[in-house]
Structures are given as C-alpha cells and as structure tokens.
C-alpha cells in the first residue's frame, strides 16, 4: 500500500495505478521527482532574488533585470544561407549542387 499511497500523494489517479506495469510506475515517479525538483529551483531562485532585489538601492529596469526585451537578430547575408543550404545538401548526400 504504500506505493499507491506515495503514488496518489504525488497528484496521480488512484484508479490508473492498478492498470500500470512496474516500468510505468518507476516512469510516473520520477517524472513526478523531476517536476517538484524543477518546481523547488523556480521557488528557490524566486526567493533569492526577492531578496536580492529587496537589498538593492536602486531597482534594476525589468526588461533587463528579466531579459524579456531582447534585440532582434541580425538578418544572414545570402551568401551565408547558401553556405548552410549547400551543407546541409552534403550532409545528407546531395549530388546535385549549382555552382
């Protein structure tokens, strides 16, 4: 019981764990693991800088403090583009290149 009880912790349909192999289980249970791991990191980093934030005198702009105002990339010359079209042509075996 106490794999179903671990199971149905971790927000899983106690009806779906009698219909899974052993491998299925192990997949959910680390699947899970990995998410509250990830979950832990986000809260962790958020509290951090909260802090970090709290202890500054003057308040970063929040485009930069975020990084969610980037600069458009800069457009590839053709030549470029045919460099990397005539690359991936040989890669995968092309013989018909124009020179």
């Known amino acids: ?3 179903l009880q671990d199971y149905v912790s971790l927000g899983f349909d106690p ?3 009698w219909r899974l192999t052993p491998r ?4 959910h249970m680390k699947g899970a693991e990995s998410r509250l791991e990830r979950e832990h990191k986000g809260r962790a980093w958020l509290a ?3 802090e970090a ?3 500054t005198k003057k308040m970063p702009p929040f485009d930069k403090f975020s990084g969610a105002k980037k600069p458009p ?7 470029v583009l045919q ?15 124009k020179n």
């Open 53 to 55: 934030l709290n202890r």
């Open 15 to 17: 009806a779906a764990f």
């Open 1 to 3: 019981m106490a794999m």
């Open 48 to 50: 951090w800088h909260v």
């Open 24 to 27: 299925l289980y192990v997949v």
């Open 73 to 79: 990339p800069k457009a590839q010359s053709p030549d």
């Open 83 to 97: 460099a990397m079209c005539d690359a991936l042509a040989s890669a995968w075996g092309s013989n018909n290149r």
